[in-house]
């Protein structure tokens, strides 16, 4: 007896198709699962005989095996066990073969038969729709993750008993319906943060052109407020910004409720982070924090405590957007374009050139410390400023600025007008788009020559000192880029 059921694997943020076939035959009782399946495909075996058993169906006490197709691709995860279930009970009759036809099938069986979450749904989704599959049965909790595709059918049977009846036609099933997910009601606001005009200046023109930023200052200043107050003055993504902001979070089991992410990601790992953590990685690779940033906000607080070997390696997708891990069984490539925002202290004791406080680091202490971000990592950081500490009469007062409402739509102005021009955001101008729409007048040109030699820019900083400047003019609905506009662009760019 022969039964086939299709399923479907993530590898990477992709999908592709994995055909289960079940074949019952004479002999002493045994379990085989063969097509290079991982410890956890192993133990379905266990999972699989307890939960039809506990949902009241026969289990056959004959020779199994169970194949994963294409059998040249290592199978990870306990997803196959709700599709091997269903494989065993149609090559027992209980359901008709062609009732399986056209569906792909996913799902973690619990001992007693309910079925649990797993990772990638959406991906899944996007893949049975681009290959003509009509059905897909998911568990619950993955339902409006994977119907924000549209264009397939899905269902979520919540146990193994409801899922056969379903494929039996004894029940009905609703096609779930797909579901946003909305960012927090609650967004800290700009006008929270005290004081620090110049910061949130750089803040302003950081958000409209997605430009990198560091902070640096003394503990307490309000970098880190700065800094998660950001992702309010972002933009919502776009759909099909959305769809692939939550297939990284899916791919990864980063996804908190299922539906579809529709405010920028913030992501903040903390300074012990491995470069695997940060960058991505395993024997099959998965995505990383500035994976898992892609449209949003990396924020690295006391960024030189990070390792070296970490940093380092941000220095490929803060260039190129991407990030490509090669391991033995797979090189993959996922999305890494971002925001990096970071903050640090200006020495190991954090109060050098403070005017309150006395250091008590000494020079060779202070170089080292600043030795920490390598020059090639620091000349990708498009704005470079100092939070200092508020006087009293900052913190007493309470001085009245502008809400997070206001400043956006600043930023939402300044964004179309990029995106009407070029197409990207400034961050992302090169070549020859950049010296279209950046282009410098006379007089631009001649300041711009003494800042090249006084600032020493490699070729990478001069462009990035433009694209400031183009974001700048953006802010305040200028086409032309001025001497005003560069030289606001080369004052935040100090040296560290």
Known sequence: MLARVTSAAVLGVD???????????????????????????QESRERVRAAIKNAGFPFPASR???????????????AFDLPIALALLA???????????GVIISGELALEGSIRPLRGAITIGLFAAQDGYKRIIVPPENAAEAAVIGGVEVYAPRNLLEAVAFLQGRAELA??????LEAASVVPDLQDVKGQAAAKRALEIAAAGLHNLLMSGPPGSGKTMLARRLPGLLPKLTRDEAIEVTRIHSAAGALQESGLIQAPPFRSPHHTVSDAGLIGGGNIPKPGEVSLAHRGVLFLD???????????????????GVVTISRAKAALTFPARFMLVTGMNPCPCGYFGDTQKA????????????????????????LRITVPRLPAEDLIRVPVSEPTAVVR??????????????????????????????RLNAASEGFMKLVVKQLALSGRGFDRLLRVARTIADLIGEEEISEAHLAEAVSYREVM
């Open 15 to 41: 999908a592709y198709p994995v055909e289960i076939e079940v074949d019952i035959s004479g002999g002493l009782p045994s379990f085989t699962v063969v097509g290079l399946p991982d410890t956890a495909v």
């Open 64 to 78: 199994i095996v169970v194949n994963l197709a294409p059998a040249d691709i290592r199978k990870e995860g306990p």
């Open 91 to 101: 090559a027992q009759g209980v359901v008709a073969q062609d009732r399986l036809s």
């Open 175 to 180: 096609p779930a319906e797909p579901k946003a």
């Open 302 to 320: 006391e960024f030189p405590e990070f390792s070296r070997r970490a940093l380092e390696v941000l220095r490929q997708p803060l260039e190129d």
């Open 359 to 382: 250091c008590s680091c000494g020079p060779s202490m202070i170089q080292r410390y600043k030795e920490r971000i390598s020059g090639p990592l620091l000349d990708r950081i498009d």
């Open 409 to 438: 739509e600043r930023v939402l102005a300044a964004r179309r007008r990029a995106i009407a021009r070029q197409g990207v955001a400034n961050a992302q101008l090169a070549g020859q788009a950049l010296r279209q729409h950046a």
